[in-house]
């Protein structure tokens, strides 16, 4: 059983899927707004109900907290894991900008690079190189 991140927004998710589906290089991304729902006529609404994306052997998945409620992203990361430093430091610096660098990316004592960011639309990233065997 694989698990997956779910993503929540408060009204960016369009904005941020389409940016990380682009980052990743995804060519499947696929959105359903509120307003798509059977009886969304009474609350029509362009937030994302659901969105989600494959790339690089994983799937990221998230949508809009409906109006009103949910809380900002807090407690948890995603996790990407790329195959070459040059492509890290590419996705870590992408990443971090209009949002805030929490660890540089490079070399650590347990990965040839690692860095965290917080992106511009409240989503914390870890990126991280496996270690060489």
């Known amino acids: ?3 997956m991140p779910y993503i929540h927004f408060q009204g960016t998710c369009a ?3 389409a940016f990380y589906a682009d980052l990743f290089g995804a060519t499947d991304l696929q959105m359903m707004r509120y307003s798509d729902a059977p ?5 029509p609404s362009d937030r ?4 989600q994306f494959s790339a690089a052997g994983g799937v990221l998945m998230a949508s809009d907290f ?3 409620s949910g809380d900002a992203q807090a ?5 990407a ?3 070459t430093f040059d492509e890290g430091k590419r996705i870590h610096d992408a990443l971090v900008k209009g949002g805030a660098e929490i660890v540089p990316f490079g070399p650590s004592f347990f990965s040839p ?4 960011v917080k992106d511009r639309f409240g989503t914390h990233w870890m990126i991280s190189l496996a270690a060489p065997a």
């Open 75 to 79: 407690g948890m990361s995603v996790m």
């Open 1 to 3: 059983m694989p698990f």
């Open 39 to 43: 009886g969304a006529e009474a609350a």
């Open 81 to 83: 894991t790329p195959a």
């Open 15 to 17: 904005e941020a899927m």
């Open 113 to 116: 690079g690692f860095g965290m």
């Open 48 to 51: 994302v109900m659901h969105a």
């Open 66 to 68: 409906p109006p009103g």
